[in-house]
């Protein structure tokens, strides 16, 4: 298993932009699909982007489209979620997953994830 770092969070307003970076340990990292997930205060954790292990391919969830990125960078062992637009909405604790997984799946499903960070708050004010 790897372990998982989130940073980045913090208070933006409306329309702001702001980076996420989820740092994974060990040389294999590169080898594991990750994704990105969300909760919000009183709300289930829903999922919101993930990667393959090589970047090649890549899923979103439907309500972030456009305006979120999700890449990584397999030398520096982290995978990023680069977020536009920034709305109340977004406003969630980001927890970043990840699986041992070498094909070309990006999965969605949080059951498919074996690893979790401890999250990243990440506040959208109006």
């Known amino acids: 298993q790897v372990q998982l770092v989130e940073s980045g969070g913090r208070l933006v307003q409306a329309g702001a932009s702001l980076r996420l970076s989820c740092a994974g340990s060990g040389r294999t990292f590169s080898e594991y699909a990750v994704g990105w997930f969300r909760q919000a205060p009183g709300k289930e954790r829903e999922f919101v982007a993930a990667i393959n292990w090589k970047g090649s391919t890549v899923k979103y969830v439907d309500s972030v489209k456009g305006r979120f990125s999700i890449s990584r960078d397999n030398v520096k062992n982290e995978v990023y979620l680069q977020m536009n637009s920034l709305q109340p909405e977004d406003t969630a604790v980001y927890y970043c997953?990840?699986?041992?997984?070498?094909?070309?799946?990006?999965?969605?499903?949080?059951?498919?994830?074996?690893?979790w960070g401890q999250g990243t708050q990440v506040t959208v004010s109006s």
């Open positions: 997953a990840a699986r041992w997984a070498v094909g070309n799946t990006a999965y969605s499903d949080d059951q498919e994830y074996r690893s």
